[in-house]
Every structure is written in structure tokens, then in C-alpha cells.
């Protein structure tokens, strides 16, 4: 047979039979009739699939599970692959009618899965679930949660929530990651009883009375006795159960709950630590104040908070509920560890994110889905991430030099993709003006230093300092200059330029300067955040490969110019000959396709504009959310994309 089969006896599930397709998917590991299958397969522990096995054997019943995220040591060399598999579970029945063993039936439905998922994103399809009620309710619940969580130095965060089987469950889930200004983190994960709309709106009632207090210079422990006595005031609010845990730099943590599940915290050898349970009433009701309970982070344990749904199942005590948990968190965090599953995987880079998505899907196996909507909140302490300072030449080379440098130190820190991208893109563009402008004076063997310094604050600011020791030269009347300091400015929190010897006009180019030598900083500040997961996540490739290297790929004949990766300083005089080769110096029509395009500097807008003066019948590929869109809306030159509509976009 072409699919998996093992055949299995007795309670503890002995191997009695495998099949050549069930021997390759375990690496064809010797020994291995005879011995129970948890000896066997060891990698599969916590991961509910021996769960699955015992109930089919205990209740003498199928059990199927569809398309079932799996990590797996294919090759018996302790390296853990990713998987998508479909299981059917049957039990075997001794004459008399007792249950004897068990067949498993096994499909492996990875690329099919991976298909999937790649033509849902094709065709944009929500993650929201068809009906139209449970949209309205789940659109509500994305306008109420946060839309992301900081980033910090010494601490990653990354938050989940995720929609219950009846998505007109949603509804009383939130989760909150504050900042305080003494370094404190705030991490809140509260549910407000009820499911739908009305509960949407009394969390959102809740969660924005919590952020203000905190925000606002209250201390959590009156912050969340201000939430208390708001609580009380409708029914929609009342018994609503929360917790609360802050924690500073030193992991230092002091962890309260009115009524909610307490945290758990798990090592990176996936040892877990419960806190001891304590009485707690909901808020509203007119209970004591929270007992506050102490708690010491270590440098590589993860926090794992979460919302009751994530465990409660109608035929579980709370007791075993709490054990499947722990268990499965445990087996989980070995899973992502250094050791572990391999980085070619459709799973979060950041192990934080991992933890949350992998335990929400594997507790989903102990039953049908969620009754309930789900909601996880994981933090990890580390050592904090040091800044970045970078010395070089102000030459040709310098922006891709930095780039890269600049964002390896983000990703580091756990930065979302669009803070990377939009800082790293203001810097170049900071970074390519020292290039151009500050050693213009200078011949080209005399020193040209530029140095480049990042660091990140204590409430998640990242501040980058590009400082060069040049002359500044006024801008040329009717020049072109500017572009490059009105895309920073779109793009970062602020842009300052200090320097005594420079003027700027109310544009913000440069328009007088001392004859002297003198030291410039551009300063630029962005906050970082990262993304939260609210929905289901599919399967498919995460960031993609960074590309440094400019492609130039001509079609001749047809008029048409794919373009791939960055167009800046560096490489603009790459494309130059071959643009202008293929527009026959202006007098045919052009297409130049700006899909793949990581990076459009203001040095590639030069040379699009210039290129758009001389080629009357130039147009652009650019789709909506790829940089060149946004840069060609920004400068001016959108007029020249096609529409999506349009015949010539795809060649």
C-alpha cells in the first residue's frame, strides 16, 4: 500500500506490523516490532498523536484527524522535520468483542496542504470563515485586539488569538503588552464571559479602561482595581476573569489573577513551573483585591499566558486539562529548540510566535477544535541585544553594506517585517545622501568615513545616527535633491538633521552651508512592533530570502525590463544601458516591471524620472504593497503603473 500502516496490540500500543512506507517515515529505524509505539516514535510525544491512539483504543472507536501539523524525525537522526498528515485510527477487536490493538491508517497530505494554502493566498481569501455573521463578529474582534505588541531589547512578546469551531463563539478574548516608564512590562490576558458581539464590545470596554490606567501613570496593581469598579457598572462587563503579570529587565515578575488560569513557565529543556493556585473572584462582583505573587523570570524561560478555552474540554477535569497543557508546552518547547525542528519550516521564525502556534494546534487535537475562542500571550526573557555601530567609507558599496548590517541587528531584536523594511529603507536613504553630497569636495583617494549607529530604547524605539565628517553643499537651484529626505521622513517617526553648518528650506533640503568641515548626524526614530496572530495561520513560506544583488532581465523584443531586488546607489548605473537599450533611447515603449524590487532608493527614482522624460510611452508593473509601488505613489509617479487589469502586467 502506498499509504502508512502500522498495526499495533494491547494498551500500550506494541508494534506488531509496519509497512514499507511506515518504516521510511520513521527512517527506517531497526528493532521496532515488538516495542510500544511511544518508544518508537519518541518525537511525537506531546504532540496529542499517541493521545489520539490511546482514546481510539480505550473508547474502541475511529478516530480521524484531517491534515494535522506534525513534526517529525524522518530520518532517525533527531533532526525534526515539518509534516501535514491525515491519521485514522481503528481498532482491533478480540473474538470475545474486546479491544485488541489498533490500525493506523496514515496519509502524508504536505504538499497538498502547502497547495492549499498557496491558492487561498493567491486569491486573497480571508481567514475569517464564510459566514457573514461570524465576519462581523471576528472583524470586530480584530478592531478591538491590538494589532501588535512591542519589541524590546531584553524581552520578545508575541500574542495569538484564535477563532472557536462556532466562530460566533468569538468575542471575549484580549490580550495587552504595555511598556511602563520604568521598564516595567505589563503582559494582560482577560476574558469577558459570553460570546458574540455583546461581548466584543464589553472586552473592548475593558481593555481600553485597563490600557488608559496604565498608560496613564497608574500603578497595575490600582490600575486593575480601576478596572474592577468599571467592571461592576453593566452586566455585559461583570464576572469577567483576568491576569496580570509585570515584570522588569532583571526578571523580577509579580503575577495576579481575578478568577483567570495562571501562567506557565517553561525552560528551554522544556521544564515547566506551575504557580501555586490561590482564591481570586472575578471582576465586578464586589471580590477582595488580587493577591499579588512573586515570580523570577529566568534569562531563556518563556511566559506562556492564556485564555481558559485553550484547555477547557467537556469530558476533561480541570486537573487533566492543566496536565495536557503543561505536557504539551513541554514537549513543544524542546520541539523549537536549538536542537530541534529545521529552519526550512512554514512555522513563525521567532520561537515565541512558534510556541503559541504550535501549542493552540496541538491542544486543538485533544478535541473537535475549540468550543471557545482561544487566546495565548508568550514572552521569553533574554540577554538583552546590544545596539550596532558600523564604520566604513562613504563609497558606492556603503548602502548595501548597511542595509544588511542594519537588518540583521532588526531581525535580532524580533522586529516586524514593515519596521525593518521602512527603517532599513530611510537609513539607506540617509546613508546614500553622505555618498552623494558629504565628501563631494574631496578627491577620490581621501578618506570618506561614515559611521552608523543603532541602538533600541527602553519602551521598543529604535534610534539609528548617520554621522560623516564632511562639507555639505547647498542644493543646486532647479536640482532634484530632496527625495531622499522626504521618503525618510514618510517612512520613520522622525527625522533630524544636526548639523550647525547646515540650513534646510521648508521642504527639507539643503539650501546654504558653511565652507568648513564639520560633523552631521541624521537622526531617525521609529518605533518597532511585531505583528500578532488573530486567526488561523496557513501553512507557507515566511519572509522570504533576502536579495542583495540586483537581476536584470531584458526582453527584447517585446519592450520589457524584469527588474529583482535593490535599485539604488550601487546598482542604478547597472540599469541604466539596458533601460535605455530597450526603450531604443525613447522612441518605443517601455514596460519595466518593479514586482521583485526590495528597494527603490531615491537614486533609482532619479533615474525612473529621468527615464520618464525621455521614453513618452514608459509604464510600470508595480502591485499595490510591493515597495515600488508605494515609492512610485510617493514620488509622483503612479500615473505610470498599469492597472491590475491590464494585459502588459503580465508580459
Not at 531497526?30 to 496529542?48: A, F, K, S, W
Not at 486573497?124 to 501588535?148: C, G, H, N, T, Y
Not at 487533566?320 to 513563525?348: H, K
Not at 517601455?590 to 522624460?613: C, E, F, K, M
Request: net charge negative.
Amino acid at each position: 500500500m502506498p499509504a502508512i500502516v502500522w498495526a499495533f496490540e494491547g494498551a500500550d500500543l506494541v508494534v506488531t506490523a509496519a509497512n514499507a512506507p511506515a518504516r521510511a517515515s520513521a527512517g527506517n529505524r531497526v528493532g521496532i516490532v515488538g516495542r510500544p509505539i511511544r518508544q518508537v516514535l519518541p518525537e511525537l510525544e506531546g504532540q496529542q498523536i499517541f493521545e489520539m491512539m490511546e482514546e481510539a483504543y480505550r473508547a474502541g472507536r475511529v478516530i480521524s484527524a484531517v491534515d494535522r501539523r506534525v513534526l517529525v524525525d524522518r530520518n532517525g537522526d533527531g533532526r525534526l522535520e515539518e509534516g501535514f498528515f491525515t491519521y485514522t485510527f481503528v481498532p482491533t477487536f478480540d473474538p470475545e468483542g474486546s479491544v485488541r490493538g489498533l490500525v493506523a491508517h496514515i496519509v502524508e497530505t504536505t504538499a497538498q496542504a502547502v497547495r492549499s494554502a498557496a491558492a487561498e493566498r493567491a486569491a486573497a481569501a480571508s481567514q475569517l470563515r464564510l459566514q457573514e455573521a461570524s465576519q462581523v463578529v471576528l472583524e470586530l474582534q480584530r478592531s478591538l485586539l491590538p494589532a501588535d505588541v512591542p519589541v524590546l531589547s531584553w524581552l520578545t512578546v508575541a500574542g495569538q488569538y484564535r477563532v472557536a469551531g462556532d466562530e460566533l463563539a468569538a468575542g471575549g478574548d484580549w490580550f495587552d503588552t504595555v511598556v511602563l516608564p520604568d521598564e516595567r512590562v505589563v503582559l494582560v490576558v482577560g476574558d469577558v464571559v459570553g460570546h458574540g458581539a455583546r461581548a466584543a464590545g464589553a472586552m473592548g470596554q475593558l481593555r481600553a479602561v485597563l490600557l488608559e490606567a496604565l498608560t496613564g501613570g497608574l500603578d497595575p496593581a490600582e490600575a486593575l482595581r480601576r478596572v474592577d469598579r468599571f467592571a461592576a457598572r453593566e452586566g455585559a462587563t461583570r464576572a469577567t476573569t483576568v491576569c496580570l503579570v509585570v515584570v522588569n529587565p532583571a526578571g523580577e515578575a509579580l503575577v495576579a489573577t481575578r478568577a483567570h488560569p495562571l501562567p506557565l513557565v517553561v525552560d528551554p529543556l522544556g521544564g515547566t513551573r506551575r504557580m501555586p493556585m490561590v482564591k481570586s473572584t472575578p471582576l465586578g462582583i464586589g471580590g477582595p483585591d488580587a493577591e499579588w505573587l512573586p515570580l523570577q523570570l529566568g534569562v531563556g524561560e518563556m511566559l506562556l499566558l492564556f485564555s481558559d478555552g485553550l484547555m477547557e474540554r467537556p469530558d476533561r477535569s480541570t486537573g487533566d486539562a492543566m496536565d495536557a497543557l503543561a505536557a504539551t508546552v513541554a514537549a513543544t518547547r524542546r520541539d523549537i529548540g536549538e536542537d530541534g525542528v529545521q529552519p526550512d519550516t512554514s512555522l513563525p521564525t521567532a520561537g515565541v510566535e512558534r510556541l503559541a502556534t504550535l501549542v493552540v494546534e496541538r491542544m486543538a487535537f485533544l478535541g473537535d477544535g475549540y468550543a471557545d475562542d482561544v487566546t495565548v500571550l508568550v514572552a521569553e526573557r533574554r540577554d538583552p541585544v546590544p545596539g550596532r555601530t558600523i564604520e566604513l567609507d562613504a563609497t558606492m558599496r556603503a548602502e548595501p553594506v548597511v542595509r544588511n548590517a542594519l537588518t540583521d541587528w532588526l531581525e535580532g531584536l524580533g522586529a516586524g517585517e514593515d519596521d525593518i523594511d521602512a527603517l532599513v529603507y530611510a537609513v539607506g536613504e540617509a546613508v546614500a545622501n553622505t555618498v552623494q553630497h558629504a565628501y563631494a569636495d574631496r578627491p577620490p583617494e581621501a578618506p570618506r568615513p561614515v559611521r552608523v549607529r543603532a541602538g533600541l530604547s527602553a519602551s521598543g524605539t529604535a534610534t539609528v545616527e548617520v554621522t560623516d565628517h564632511g562639507r555639505w553643499l547647498p542644493a543646486r537651484p532647479g536640482g532634484s535633491g530632496g527625495r531622499g529626505l522626504l521618503m525618510m521622513r514618510e517612512l520613520c517617526d522622525t527625522v533630524v538633521i544636526d548639523g550647525p553648518q547646515v540650513v534646510h528650506d521648508p521642504a527639507g533640503s539643503v539650501i546654504a552651508a558653511g565652507a568648513a568641515p564639520g560633523s552631521t548626524t541624521v537622526r531617525l526614530t521609529h518605533r518597532l512592533r511585531r505583528p500578532v496572530m488573530i486567526g488561523q495561520p496557513a501553512p507557507g513560506p515566511a519572509r522570504p530570502p533576502r536579495v542583495t544583488e540586483l537581476a536584470v532581465d531584458v526582453d527584447d523584443e517585446a519592450g520589457r525590463v524584469t527588474l529583482r531586488g535593490p535599485i539604488d546607489l550601487s546598482t542604478v548605473e547597472k540599469l541604466r544601458p539596458a533601460l535605455l537599450h530597450t526603450a531604443r533611447g525613447g522612441i518605443r515603449a517601455l514596460t519595466v516591471d518593479l514586482t521583485a524590487v526590495n528597494i527603490l532608493s531615491s537614486a533609482g527614482v532619479q533615474l525612473l524620472h529621468d527615464l520618464a522624460a525621455l521614453v513618452p510611452g514608459l509604464r510600470f508593473v508595480a502591485p499595490v504593497g510591493r515597495p515600488g509601488h508605494d515609492v512610485l505613489r510617493l514620488v509622483g509617479l503612479d500615473d505610470l503603473i498599469l492597472p491590475a487589469d491590464h494585459p502588459a502586467r503580465t508580459g
